[in-house]
């Protein structure tokens, strides 16, 4: 049998191959941006390619990918480029995943130095094959990045670990990232279409055992806009996540990967972004990004320096 070839859209999304195809309508001029390119963007393509590695960024089809990896700035996809699940949403590719790399761990940490990332995100596919969902390789992961290079500052975006025993999510919170962040993706009367194999209050659920666990860590959450939802919907996921004790918030407008992804229902307008980022202030979040072209990794170094400046002023405002 010929191996799959994952830049054909069948084979990358096989579960999707007999939805109908949606129209995608054009992007109004704030989701337009430039085509990457630049010699930074190519040392850090070299860079990634030298070491073997996957980044969401190109495998979710991220629209920033230009402008970060022209600062050599590159989110880590660990254990490997095909996922178990198959959201409606989502340009990563699904199937059955390889065995782990033990020595991806070790790779991802000498890149992180190779980049000089002061901020690496380190995120993964789903990996429901395992019985810990890959908890051991993220926790694996983060020690060998913290021995290669102490000085740097750990963000893991984690997968929701629905199939696994409690223990998963300890073991990674305890390898102590710095950010442990999750996404809900959406609000939860969308799951069903968007997100058909997680559970809305599961993963809230984790975000908030993860501050239990480590009361220190900060914690984020994101989700999209422009799926379908209403901004009442919006609002209460604002209101889930803060009762979670959740730190930072993401909204970003959803992009239709191809034809047979999840239609996007409309563009978010940059006002009613700024409207949101008000809102989620209103509400207690240490730190929100919303915009159009927010994603979770997106200036996630600078927006730590925030995270952090903002729960310093809050203590010591008390």
Not at 295 to 310: N, V, W
Request: aromatic share 6%; glycine share 8%.
């Amino acid at each position: 049998m010929r191996p799959r070839d994952l830049s054909i859209p069948d084979q990358r999304h096989p579960e999707k191959a007999h939805r109908p195809d949606t129209a995608q309508p054009k992007k109004p001029a704030w989701i337009r941006v430039r085509a990457p390119g630049g010699q930074g963007y190519r040392d850090t393509h070299r860079i990634i390619r030298d070491h073997g590695l996957a980044t969401v960024c190109e495998e979710a089809g991220c629209p920033n990918v230009g402008e970060c990896w022209s600062h050599g700035h590159a989110t880590m996809m660990i254990m490997g480029e095909i996922c178990t699940r198959g959201c409606t949403f989502c340009n990563v590719a699904t199937g059955k995943p390889q065995a782990l790399d033990p020595f991806e761990p070790g790779r991802v940490a000498d890149a992180v130095a190779r980049l000089g990332l002061k901020h690496v995100v380190i995120t993964s596919v789903d990996r429901d094959d395992l019985e810990d969902g890959g908890a051991e390789h993220f926790a694996r992961t983060i020690r060998a990045t913290r021995h290669r290079t102490p000085e740097t500052t750990i963000e893991v975006l984690v997968p929701d670990f629905l199939k696994c025993q409690p223990a998963a999510l300890e073991t990674v919170v305890t390898a102590k990232p710095d950010v442990f962040n999750h996404n809900l993706e959406t609000v939860p009367g969308l799951y069903p279409e968007v997100r058909p194999g997680a559970r809305y209050f599961h993963s809230l659920r984790l975000l908030q055992r993860a501050k239990e666990i480590d009361p220190g860590a900060f914690t984020k959450s994101g989700i999209m806009v422009g799926l379908g939802e209403t901004r009442q919907a919006v609002l209460q996921v604002m209101d889930d996540l803060r009762a979670a004790d959740v730190d930072f918030l993401t909204i970003g407008q959803y992009l239709q990967p191809t034809p047979k992804h999840h239609a996007v229902d409309r563009f978010v307008t940059p006002e009613e972004f700024a409207a949101y980022e008000r809102a989620a202030y209103g509400k207690g979040f240490l730190m929100v990004s919303a915009s159009p072209l927010t994603r979770s990794s997106y200036h996630a170094g600078e927006d730590f320096a925030r995270l952090r400046a903002a729960r310093e002023q809050a203590l010591s405002s008390r």
